[in-house]
């Protein structure tokens, strides 16, 4: 029956349940090279619950969400394996706003101008950072319940972008050991917060405090409750977009 596949559409909706995700990568993986590689994957709807645990899809476009959104697009990549051709993010902006209530905004990535709100972020907070590959992370201790991903250039190997994200009400302290990694330096730092986790309007920005304690590879980090850092080394500056 795989034979008269040509194309596999996946819808993956939850906060960390990937099964359809993952089922549909399992099957790929599973065929004869020839069909494997004639097969298109897409998840044509990819977005989160607003809470854990909960199949509550509408509630407040916030600072929250936008965390748990930017793990959501994380989980994706990684389960995904290389497998899935294209990830559609849901939603860019619904259009019949006013017959879905006060909720109507909780998918939206820009607002009524355009303009890139909380969900949204989670996106340019990967896009404006990603590197050609990611890379494994591997967490203990403090960080075990953090969200962390990594992303290396291929053609220039000095530049690399972790981000590490706290979605609880604690700051947390954390150290960052970089293995096999000696060539880049710490070039900048950037923190994605507000004023709280209802915050309808977070902001990244950029930090002046820089090097971190610590020596060449390995760092001290005190990560904001709420909030997502991500640093960058090597190659300078990264040119952050201010849409999409």
């Given at each position: ?44 709807e990819l977005g989160t619950w607003h809470t854990p645990g909960s199949k509550q899809r509408w ?177 300078g500056r990264p040119s952050l977009t201010k849409n999409f």
């Amino acid at each position: 029956e795989f034979q008269r596949i040509d194309h596999l559409i996946v819808h993956q909706y939850g906060f960390e349940d990937t099964k359809n995700v993952s089922s549909a990568v399992e099957f790929l993986n599973g065929l004869p090279d020839k069909n494997r590689q004639r097969i298109d994957m897409t998840v044509t709807e990819l977005g989160t619950w607003h809470t854990p645990g909960s199949k509550q899809r509408w509630g407040p476009n916030d600072l929250l969400r936008s965390i748990y959104q930017f793990r959501w697009l994380g989980m994706i990549q990684t389960n995904g394996k290389g497998t899935i051709r294209t990830p559609l993010f849901w939603t860019t902006r619904w259009l019949d706003m006013l017959r879905r209530g006060p909720y109507g905004e909780s998918f939206n990535a820009l607002d009524l101008y355009g303009n890139v709100i909380a969900s949204g972020m989670a996106l340019k907070i990967w896009n404006d950072f990603v590197q050609e590959t990611l890379v494994k992370v591997e967490t203990s201790g403090a960080a075990k319940d953090l969200y962390c991903y990594a992303s290396m250039s291929l053609s220039d190997p000095a530049k690399l972008a972790v981000w590490i994200a706290n979605s609880h009400a604690e700051e947390r302290t954390v150290s960052l050991e970089l293995q096999n990694f000696a060539e880049g330096q710490l070039r900048s730092k950037y923190t994605y917060s507000g004023k709280g986790p209802t915050d309808t309007h977070p902001t990244l920005k950029q930090n002046t405090t820089l090097p971190l304690p610590g020596k060449q590879g390995s760092f001290e980090l005190t990560l904001e409750p709420y909030s997502i850092q991500v640093l960058c080394f090597g190659g300078g500056r990264p040119s952050l977009t201010k849409n999409f």
